[in-house]
């Protein structure tokens, strides 16, 4: 069975940082691109973060380009979001994800339950 | 706001069927498939269609997708109370997400 278990959430200050983990289980995650989506207090799903199987490739929304880094072990088989220079906007649920492949094209098969990041003073 | 445009809400009685749309431009959805999630109040979300109209193993025949143009559809038949969720269309290999409709189901 699939599992993801992100952890690392909290509360932090606004211009802090925060390193979210995803443990992966149940496949072989080094085959798999994996992203992370989060979504702030009554709004909808936004993509943050992808990364791919290898860790080579890495892609980020505009919004938190220069300040959020996505990594990844496969020997511990754990996804990583490191978040720095964090702002209020940014609170949100996170959610760890796996992405698969149909052709040319990606989309997300299975997601962990979130974990949730709050900024503020 | 998304520039995937899908309506806020929606509802329907058991047993009924609906459509949520999902309305794009020819940048997105007229240039790349969509998927579409199912969002559970408290749950992770849960894949329902991919590439415009392909089923993942374990999701019922109730739920199908289409795609016309720069326009996405999903289409939900026969209702169930279990349905009552949020659903989300995405593109752009899940890096644009639609703003979410809210099903009701009376």
């Known amino acids: 069975e699939v599992q993801l278990l992100e952890s690392g959430g909290g509360l932090v200050q606004p211009g802090g940082s925060l390193r979210l983990s995803c443990a992966a289980s149940?496949?072989?995650?080094?085959?798999?691109?994996m992203s992370w989506v989060r979504q702030a207090p009554g709004k909808g799903l936004e993509w943050v973060s992808a990364?791919?199987?290898?860790?080579?490739?890495?892609y980020y929304a505009d919004s938190v380009k220069g300040r959020f880094t996505v990594s990844r072990d496969n020997s511990k088989n754990t996804l990583y979001l490191q978040m720095n220079s964090l702002r209020a906007e940014d609170s949100a649920l996170y959610y760890c994800a796996r992405r698969s492949q149909y052709g040319s094209a990606w989309y997300t098969d299975f997601w962990g339950q979130g974990v949730l990041v709050t900024v503020s003073s | 706001q998304s520039v995937l445009t899908q309506p806020p809400s929606a509802s329907g009685t058991p047993g009924q069927g609906v459509t949520i749309s999902c309305s794009g431009s020819s940048s997105n959805i007229g240039s790349n498939t969509v998927n579409w999630y199912q969002h559970l109040p408290g749950a992770a979300p849960k894949l329902l269609i991919y590439s415009d109209n392909q089923r993942p193993s374990g999701v019922p025949d109730r739920f199908s997708g289409s795609k016309s143009g720069t326009s996405a559809s999903l289409a939900i038949s026969g209702l169930q109370s279990e349905d009552e969720a949020d659903y989300y269309c995405?593109?752009?290999?899940?890096?644009?997400f639609g703003g979410g409709t809210k099903l009701t189901v009376l």
């Open positions: 149940g496949f072989t995650f080094s085959s798999y691109a």
């Open positions: 995405a593109t752009w290999d899940d890096t644009l």
């Open positions: 990364i791919s199987d290898s860790g080579a490739g890495t």
